[in-house]
Nanobody, 133 residues
Framework: QVQLVESGGGSVQAGGSLRLSCAASGYTYGRYCMGWFRQAPGKEREGVAARDGDGSTAYADSVKGRFTISQDNAKNTLYLQMNSLKPEDTAMYYC???????????????????????????WGQGTQVTVSS
């Protein structure tokens, strides 16, 4: 059973930075698509950034150029570096993993990624990010 534990959320002013971490354990053999989703109050959960096992990445248009997803395989940890934060980035951020599913390569594929992860993947408990203006 894959377990994902996020950390690093908090409150910052607009323009600030945060780095989220996701410690993963319990992997079985296979290729995983790892990534971050977020959900703001009253809104649907949306994909933010995805990273495939070969290192390829994809970002939502709203965060492209500001957020960076990376992974430290030695530490089994996924990161999301968030710079130039905006109030609209305020949300609960979730780390997720789904096995044997190709990661999205463009934002248009984020919807199918979300539904596949919802049905067959693993989720962390979430970490809150609040950006004040």
């Amino acid at each position: 059973q894959v377990q994902l534990v996020e950390s690093g959320g908090g409150s910052v002013q607009a323009g600030g930075s945060l780095r989220l971490s996701c410690a993963a354990s319990g992997y079985t053999y296979g290729r995983y698509c790892m990534g971050w989703f977020r959900q703001a109050p009253g809104k649907e959960r949306e994909g933010v950034a995805a990273r495939d096992g070969d290192g390829s990445t994809a970002y939502a248009d709203s965060v492209k150029g500001r957020f960076t997803i990376s992974q430290d395989n030695a530490k089994n940890t996924l990161y999301l570096q968030m710079n130039s934060l905006k109030p609209e980035d305020t949300a609960m951020y979730y780390c997720a993993a789904v096995r044997s599913f190709p990661c999205p390569t463009v934002p248009a594929d984020f919807g199918s990624w979300y539904h596949k992860t919802l049905s067959y993947g693993y989720w962390g408990q979430g970490t809150q990010v609040t950006v004040s203006s």
